[in-house]
């Protein structure tokens, strides 16, 4: 009698799952889910000067030891990098999952001013260029 993983039962279930993902995705070409694994991530992508400025403030939150804050950044640039399109307004962010009240305002000052002012302010610091550095 051969062991058995105890999961092995699930494994059709599992294929059919990402059988059915994969069709939408072809269908649809976006897939907003809550789960950031299951969003095709293309290697070209677009909305790249905006990615970048929230990346930046992502890495600000992982420095000052914010961990939830650091968590929303990184949920909204995976929902921005699986966008299937370029953002033409801040509003096309707020049905997404990933994009808070908060997010949804750090989105509308980027559309309405083309910067964010709290990620210039950071690219400025001298104390986070110094502590970018050594990290």
């Known amino acids: 009698m051969s062991a058995r993983?105890?999961?092995d039962s699930l494994s059709p279930l599992i294929h059919?799952?990402?059988?059915f993902c994969f069709f939408l995705y072809f269908i649809f070409r976006f897939i907003?889910?809550?789960?950031?694994c299951l969003r095709p991530h293309p290697l070209q992508h677009y909305n790249n000067k905006l990615i970048d400025l929230l990346r930046i403030l992502e890495s600000a939150r992982a420095l000052y030891d914010e961990p939830k804050s650091e968590l929303a950044y990184r949920?909204?640039?995976?929902a921005l990098i699986s966008y299937p399109?370029?953002?033409?307004n801040w509003r096309e962010v707020k049905g997404l999952k990933g994009f808070g009240p908060k997010m949804v305002e750090i989105i509308r000052e980027y559309f309405t001013s083309g910067i964010i002012k709290e990620a210039e302010m950071l690219k400025k610091s001298?104390?986070?260029?110094?502590?970018t550095a050594f990290v």
């Open 5 to 7: 993983w105890p999961l």
């Open 16 to 19: 059919s799952i990402n059988f």
């Open 32 to 36: 907003d889910t809550k789960y950031e």
């Open 75 to 78: 949920h909204a640039i995976s």
């Open 85 to 88: 399109r370029e953002l033409q």
């Open 126 to 131: 001298e104390e986070f260029k110094c502590l």
